[in-house]
């Protein structure tokens, strides 16, 4: 049965991104969320799909493991941690509507 349900976008972007990173659809993730709030059923455990690069840790949280000469292996912690607020930053002025 077809529903439309008014959700917050943060939400639908992370039950899109752990659909992606468990090889279902959002149709099939949303049920087994639904069922699982509904006491009908535990949720499948998270598993990448064949070939994918994704790990689920201990956790049950992602790791995406790069290939070995991949840049990101030869940069420190800080050089990453500056280049992921460089590139927050740019978004966040882009959608502000600034030019760098």
Same mark, same amino acid.
């Given at each position: 049965?077809?529903?439309?349900?008014?959700?917050? !976008? &943060?939400?639908?972007? @992370?039950?899109?991104?752990?659909?992606?990173?468990?090889?279902?659809? =959002?149709?099939? =993730?949303?049920?087994?969320? +639904?069922?699982?709030? #509904?006491?009908?059923?535990? +949720?499948?455990?998270?598993?990448?799909?064949?070939?994918?690069?994704? @790990?689920?840790?201990?956790?049950?949280?992602?790791?995406?493991?790069?290939?070995? !000469?991949?840049?990101?292996?030869?940069?420190?912690? &800080?050089?990453?941690?500056?280049?992921? /607020? !460089?590139? #927050?930053? /740019? &978004?966040?002025? /882009?959608?502000?509507? =600034?030019? +760098?």
């Amino acid at each position: 049965m077809k529903t439309t349900l008014d959700l917050p !976008d &943060e939400l639908v972007r @992370e039950m899109k991104l752990r659909a992606l990173m468990q090889g279902r659809t =959002l149709r099939d =993730l949303a049920a087994d969320f +639904l069922r699982q709030g #509904l006491g009908m059923g535990a +949720l499948r455990p998270a598993t990448p799909p064949p070939g994918s690069r994704v @790990e689920i840790g201990a956790d049950g949280l992602p790791i995406i493991r790069g290939s070995d !000469d991949a840049p990101s292996r030869s940069m420190t912690a &800080e050089a990453l941690i500056k280049l992921e /607020q !460089d590139l #927050l930053t /740019q &978004e966040d002025m /882009q959608r502000g509507g =600034l030019s +760098l």
